[in-house]
Each structure stands twice: as structure tokens, then as C-alpha cells.
């Protein structure tokens, strides 16, 4: 099982961009499909993209489609998640999350290791 832990989240402007990370631990980085969700204060965790074991194929809520760009190194074991154009609705703490299963799934039971979040600020 991998271990995860998330960096890059921060304070910006609207229009602005970030870029999350998402290191992961272990030998076994590559057989597991990556997420990312987020969950705002008084919300439910929400499923934001997803990349598949080879980084081949990538999956977005239609609210990021177009500014959000998810992608995977994994001669590094690491995940990203590419935040541009970033509304003060984007403001969460960001989590990763990984699922064994190559199945596309969003929901967020589907995975079964998670980092600690990464929060980001928006301000408008």
C-alpha cells in the first residue's frame, strides 16, 4: 500500500494558477489509479479528476474541465494536479487519493489510501 502526501496548495489571486503535488511512498505507485478531490468548509468531499494507472487516460468534473489538467510521473511516484484560471469557488483543502482498481471510479469510497489535504485560498 502507498502512503501520500500532498504539497503546493497556498494563497492566490483569482485568474491565478497552482500546482498540487502528490508524493507517494512505496514500490507500487504505478498499479494504482490517482484522484484528487477537495471539500470545502460545510460541503461534502467532491471529486475533482482522476488518472489512470499509465496516465493514459484522465477523467474532470465539468467545473474544472478546461483549467484543471491532472498528470502522474511515475518513474518519480509523484501526482500533480495543474490549477489555472482558479475562482474562489476552488477554494478546498485538495486531497489525493489512490484506488486500486482500474475500474474510473469517482467516488471517493473507491479509494482506498488518501493524503492529508492540501488547503488552497482563492481570494477574489
Known amino acids: 500500500q502507498v502512503q501520500l502526501v500532498e504539497s503546493g496548495g497556498g494563497l492566490v489571486q483569482a485568474g491565478g494558477s497552482l500546482r498540487l503535488s502528490c508524493a507517494a511512498s512505496?514500490?507500487?505507485?504505478?498499479?494504482?489509479?490517482m484522484g484528487w478531490f477537495r471539500q470545502a468548509p460545510g460541503k461534502e468531499r467532491e471529486f475533482v479528476a482522476r488518472?489512470?494507472?499509465?496516465?493514459?487516460?484522465?477523467y474532470y468534473v465539468d467545473s474544472v474541465k478546461g483549467r484543471f489538467t491532472i498528470s502522474r510521473d511515475n518513474a518519480k511516484n509523484t501526482a500533480y494536479l495543474q490549477m489555472n484560471s482558479l475562482k474562489p469557488e476552488d477554494a478546498a483543502v485538495y486531497y489525493c487519493?489512490?484506488?486500486?482498481?482500474?475500474?474510473?471510479?469517482?467516488?471517493?469510497?473507491?479509494?482506498?489510501?488518501w493524503g492529508q489535504g492540501t488547503l488552497v485560498t482563492v481570494s477574489s
Open positions: 512505496g514500490r507500487t505507485f504505478s498499479t494504482y489509479a
Open positions: 487519493a489512490a484506488d486500486p482498481l482500474p475500474y474510473g471510479a469517482t467516488r471517493a469510497s473507491a479509494y482506498d489510501t
Open positions: 488518472i489512470s494507472r499509465s496516465g493514459s487516460k484522465t
